[in-house]
């Protein structure tokens, strides 16, 4: 293997590959007008006009004349070309959408861009790529699916179709990942959803706006008991705010500008002019400002957990991933600066308990995201503040050993963050958690609070958010136990199979039991044989499934079939009520 195709260079690789993705389509359809074909995590893709839709069998088509390139082993040559000459000869080969970028770079002061050549393809690359095709395994990559998507990502542009493609530096590399995919499909948190019967879409709803169901709505409750809970603990107090605003807090706030077309306007004939929330900071920004607060009484703390509203761009909207109304779970301190510290270790200390209880923290990284320095007209807020902000964090990361990477322009609107990055059961990486300092909101409200010398001085906002949204951290969920949650947040704890009929009023005695134990319990006496009525059971992933027949009854027991255990075992109801108690207590 060339030293070109290690792990470490795996973007050089699959840039590469895209290019001999590109050099295939041209065999298959000269007349294809290419436009942009990047690498990506894991792969690359190809966005090409063609004269038809692809349909599966192509992609093999495509797989076998990209193997033919590769052992051709054609050598990638660069050079760079005047703007004009490049725009003309793409112009004049009949590629419109690389001659519409070059005008996009020559309209930016570029006079001169970058080509690569390699067999009969000439295209409009910065690179880099590998010496030549040849040095592309032919094992290790495969071309996955077809999509659409809009030029320039513009939905008044002409749609094309997008080959999505994986590449990796070995076989065994792609064999793992394409066994990963195998683990992820039978993971989608959309598929799990419907089985296990949790959320549902309505077309008169509409799209994007998820419905829950008893069980879902029990998942979410839970969730938001248990961080409500923890939060209480760190001093934070429940609050709740309406779901719509004037437009005028949003401006003040910044949200207007940074969501502009993704704001629901919502007017009626009465001559209201309201804006649903974005977010949620400004709402609470005005709780604070509603009385005189003293540096003694700081820091507040405000936590609510309550609905958002984004106006998603219609193709981006699916599952619970992409939502137009969204359950966020956030929380905002007013402190005093020297306050900030101890404050923003709270709340990764929060982070760092809720995510080790399901098993994420092992497998995480920090984020220190910080501002663009070299666009500044992207922020608000002084820059002096700005530097203090980004210290403090670089502090908490050091001293608390988050080992956080600086990653430049992805910072709030209004100051730096801490963004938690976990990996879930199928290698997906996800960002939920964030802490972020905020000077600028405050001023911008004109909150205040009197020191200890009697001024009128600004409150430092810090906000967080544990869960983030309930919608995207049931994603995480349902996927990463793949539907088999702990006890303690199964919509169903315990389901109860009464051998026969006759042996229903006992059922139905332990079901009392359970249930004024606040155990949740159902009992499945229908009319299926008990093998039936335990296959469904466990395919509802159900933690504990409770066998009753004549035995039982005599013995004031239950056969006990746990989830995650091929054996059987009879215990009396009292000890099985401790037993499932102390787990559902202890959160395992």
Not at 57 to 76: G, Q, V, Y
Not at 119 to 143: M, N, Q, R, W, Y
Not at 389 to 400: A, F, G, P, R
Request: aromatic share 8%; proline share 5%; hydrophobic share 35%.
């Amino acid at each position: 293997m060339s030293k070109k195709t290690t792990p470490d260079n795996l973007e050089t690789l699959r840039h590469s590959t895209a290019h001999v993705l590109a050099m295939a389509v041209f065999e298959m359809f000269p007349e294809a007008k290419y436009a942009i074909g990047p690498a990506i995590e894991n792969g690359f893709y190809q966005d090409i006009d063609l004269p038809r839709t692809l349909i599966p069998e192509d992609l093999d088509i495509l797989e076998e004349k990209m193997k033919a390139i590769i052992k051709a082993n054609f050598p990638f040559e660069h050079a760079e070309a005047p703007i004009d000459e490049a725009m003309h000869d793409f112009e004049k080969a009949g590629q419109p959408y690389k001659a519409e970028m070059i005008r996009d770079l020559k309209e930016k002061g570029e006079n001169k861009v970058s080509i690569y050549k390699s067999g009969s393809l000439v295209d409009l690359c910065k690179g880099p790529h590998l010496d030549s095709t040849g040095e592309i395994p032919l094992d290790a990559f495969k071309l996955t699916k077809v999509s659409g998507a809009y030029w320039k990502g513009d939905e008044k542009n002409k749609m094309l179709q997008r080959i999505y493609g994986v590449a990796f530096a070995t076989k065994a590399d792609l064999k793992d990942y394409l066994h990963m995919l195998e683990e992820a499909e039978k993971r989608d948190h959309r598929k799990l959803g419907k089985e296990l019967d949790l959320f549902c879409f309505s077309d008169l709803v509409g799209p994007g706006l998820p419905l829950y169901t008893p069980k879902g709505t029990v998942l979410k409750d839970e969730l938001q008991k248990h961080i409500e809970s923890v939060c209480r603990k760190y001093g934070f107090q429940k609050v709740s705010a309406p779901s719509l605003a004037k437009p005028e807090l949003f401006e003040i706030s910044g949200h207007a500008k940074k969501f502009g077309d993704e704001l629901f306007h919502v007017t009626s004939e009465k001559k209201h002019d309201f804006v649903l929330k974005p977010v949620q900071c400004p709402h609470q920004t005005q709780i604070y400002a509603s009385k005189t607060r003293s540096y003694r009484d700081l820091p507040i703390r405000y936590m609510e957990s309550d609905k958002q509203y984004r106006a998603e761009k219609t193709g981006e909207v699916g599952g619970l991933s992409r939502v137009y109304a969204i359950t966020v779970e956030d929380g905002h301190s007013f402190c005093r600066v020297d306050q900030v510290k101890d404050e923003i270790k709270n709340m990764v200390n929060i982070i760092k308990d809720l995510y080790s209880s399901i098993g994420l923290w092992d497998n995480h990284w920090v984020s220190l995201s910080v501002r663009d320095y070299e666009h500044p007209e992207k922020y608000i807020g002084e820059p002096s503040d700005w530097d203090i902000c980004e210290k403090i964090l670089q502090e908490v990361s050091d001293e608390m050993g988050l080992e956080a990477k600086r990653c430049e322009g992805e910072a709030a609107l209004y100051g730096p963050k801490l963004d938690f990055m976990f990996k879930d059961a199928t290698g997906r990486e996800i960002q939920i958690p964030t802490v972020q300092i905020d000077f600028a909101t405050p001023k911008r409200f004109g909150l205040e609070y009197i020191n200890e010398k009697g001024e009128k001085v600004p409150p430092v906002m810090v906000h967080r958010a544990i869960l983030g949204s309930y919608e995207r951290f049931l994603v995480l969920l349902i996927e990463h136990f793949a539907g088999a949650f702990p006890t303690w947040l199964s919509p169903v704890q315990t389901i109860i199979l009464p051998i026969s009929e006759k042996f229903k009023d006992y059922a139905s005695s332990v079901e009392k039991q359970l249930l004024e134990a606040d155990v949740r319990t159902e009992i499945d006496a229908s009319d299926e044989s008990l093998g039936k009525r335990i296959r469904a059971a466990k395919m509802q992933k159900v933690p504990y499934i409770l066998v009753v027949g004549g035995k039982e009854i005599a013995s004031n027991t239950v056969a006990v079939n746990a989830r995650d255990s091929k054996d059987q075992t009879v215990m009396p109801v009292g000890e099985f009520l401790e037993k499932i108690i102390a787990e559902i207590k202890e959160k395992k």
